[in-house]
């Protein structure tokens, strides 16, 4: 409203002795409400679709419109009421799929309006989903293992089905991570988890051996049962395979060098991944077939340390060479380590 026409309608209204309010002349306006922004849908099983019902009411003096209505994820959707009249209530249904969820959850919704002083409205549900198939004490395993080492991890796998629980068949991805199941003893079965009564079975999980490689470890052991909500259930099995040993560095280059130069002498440092018991690795017999190159090797400082040093010597012809150096080693899985080897021998 422009200041001369407001100007004229209080002169007006004072005029006829008539008191105007601040409010009546103010521009008109929405004004969103909503009694429970976070809805509790209690527990629900993985799977389940939830829906519930927001109302939204508009004590404005002009229309409500409701923009847009964003979620937090993709197991939530909604459908709104795009305009309520001042006075009206409208509605936001929330759509919540359980399928991907597990424990609490609380997932926000976005509600975008046309309201000055409420321009975003947080919507939120809450519920606990709980699966109907789940391992205990969780559903993974994690191992930090050498190379050519096993480890063996026991989970409990448990259903909340009425129906009797049984395994049909068990997938792993690769042949170093084995499984074996049994039924659970009474003396093995978790009295706190699943439906009383039902069968619960003992997982075995052995991974690692001569055939797992060297890196790390991201996998997924597949399980079918007879579950009529949750027929397959994954096992996630990670962490890393480290080799039984390390040495470093792993490629030696000389440049340009003189036997009496201090750079004619460089060195090779081999040493145990185990941690424990790193005196089981033995660095046996270094070795190399450049003609005239000096190696030797010598026990280091510490368990499990070696030391391999390399000297250009004057019996090497000038100019360049190139050719390894063999590390022998007790290990089972790699009892050689090769070690590349060049250089420009200075005339």
């Known amino acids: 409203m422009s200041k001369p026409i407001y ?13 105007v309010a601040p409010a009546a002349l103010a521009q008109a306006a929405p004004h969103v409400t909503v ?15 939830l829906d519930w019902v927001f109302t ?13 209505v ?26 919540l799929d359980t399928a991907s969820l597990t424990g609490q959850v609380a997932k926000a919704i976005a509600v975008e309006t046309n309201d000055p002083e409420t321009p975003t409205l947080q919507l939120t549900l809450i519920a606990l989903v709980k699966p109907y198939v789940e391992a205990y004490p969780v559903g993974y395993i994690r191992t ?12 409990t796998l448990w259903t909340d089905e009425a129906e009797p629980f049984e395994i049909v068949s068990i997938e792993s991805p690769v042949d170093w991570i084995r499984v074996d199941k049994h039924k659970a003893t009474p003396a093995e079965a978790v009295a706190a988890v699943g439906r009383p009564g039902q069968t619960q ?16 470890i991201a996998e997924r052991i597949r399980i ?5 909500h949750q027929p397959e259930y994954l096992f996630n099995v990670s962490g890393v395979i480290r080799p039984s040993y390390r040495f470093d560095p792993r490629s030696v280059s000389f440049g340009e060098v003189a036997p009496s130069d201090n750079g004619a002498l460089r060195a090779i440092m081999v040493r145990s991944n185990n ?58 899985n790699n009892p050689v380590a090769t070690v590349p080897v060049r250089g420009v021998v200075k005339p």
């Open 56 to 68: 939204l009411r508009n004590t404005g003096s002009s229309d409500l419109a409701i923009k847009s």
């Open 224 to 228: 079918r049962t007879n579950s009529k």
């Open 70 to 95: 964003t979620a937090g994820c993709n197991c939530t959707a909604a459908t709104f009421t795009p305009v309520i009249h001042p006075g009206q209530t409208g509605t936001v249904v929330a759509h």
């Open 144 to 155: 930090n293992l050498l190379q050519g080492d096993t480890e063996k991890q026991s989970v």
């Open 275 to 332: 941690l424990k018991t790193p005196e089981t690795f033995v660095a046996t017999r270094a070795s190399t077939n450049v003609p005239g190159l000096k190696v030797e090797l010598r026990q280091g400082a510490s368990k499990g340390e070696y030391e391999v040093s390399l000297h250009v010597t004057s019996a090497m012809k000038p100019g360049p060479f190139e050719g390894e150096v063999k590390i022998e080693t007790n290990d089972p």
């Open 201 to 216: 079975y003992r997982l075995d999980i052995t991974v690692g051996g001569p055939d797992a490689r060297v890196g790390p």
């Open 7 to 19: 100007a004229a309608i209080l002169a007006l209204a004072l005029a006829g002795g008539l008191t």
């Open 35 to 49: 009694a429970e922004p976070r809805a509790d849908l209690g527990t629900a099983h993985r799977g389940d679709k």
